[in-house]
């Protein structure tokens, strides 16, 4: 029976990482083509006044434009993290509120992989006017987002467990 609760549990993280995983990756290859089918390289278009603003680039590097030109190497990158993740989630008996996070990481690297592999660069379209920031995507958002949040969740898992141990976890 226990293996069989293994087994379950570890299929169970399975479906959550590759379901969560695609769906920030549809939600980020649909975003990027309909900015793609309205604005022109370099266009402007106000989302919400004086907050965000519609600006289509093309980035050929990494985050804040780093790296320009390195785009196999960031493939290289995304898809390791991706099968880092995956192999995480499926060894190790972490709890859901962990592995979603880690699924938008996954999720996010891959719509940006998908960008650099098709096109050569990177789609980025949001573009805040309140305060001067580079230009992002909402792979991006995910990527950012699910590492703080995976990291948070590490921490109360971890702290959790050491707990219930009498503090003998990671000594």
Same mark, same amino acid.
């Given at each position: 029976m226990v293996a069989t609760s293994k087994v379950s549990a570890r299929g169970t993280r399975a479906i959550v990482f590759w379901v969560a995983a695609c769906l920030v990756l549809v939600l980020d290859? %649909?975003?990027?083509?309909?900015?793609?089918s309205v604005l022109r390289v370099g266009e402007r278009q106000t989302l919400i006044p004086g907050v965000l603003d519609l600006l289509y680039v093309k980035n050929d &590097? @990494? *985050?804040f434009s780093l790296g320009r030109g390195a785009g196999p190497l960031f493939v290289l990158i995304a898809a390791a993290v991706v099968c880092v993740a995956f192999a995480y989630v499926w060894r190790e008996d972490v709890p859901l509120s962990l592995v979603l996070p880690i699924a938008c990481v996954a999720g996010g690297g891959v719509g940006n992989m998908v960008?650099?592999?098709? @096109? &050569?660069? $990177? %789609?980025?379209?949001l573009a805040t006017? =309140?305060?001067? =920031?580079?230009? =992002? +995507? $909402? *792979?991006?958002?995910?990527?950012?987002? &699910?590492i703080v949040c995976a990291l948070v969740?590490? +921490?109360?898992?971890?702290?959790?467990?050491?707990?219930? +141990?009498? &503090?003998? $976890?990671g000594r």
């Open positions: 290859q %649909t975003t990027k083509l309909a900015v793609r &590097g @990494a *985050a960008d650099r592999l098709c @096109a &050569g660069y $990177v %789609t980025d379209f006017s =309140f305060v001067d =920031f580079p230009v =992002f +995507n $909402v *792979a991006d958002i995910f990527v950012t987002c &699910g969740a590490y +921490n109360v898992w971890e702290s959790g467990r050491e707990r219930a +141990n009498g &503090g003998a $976890v």
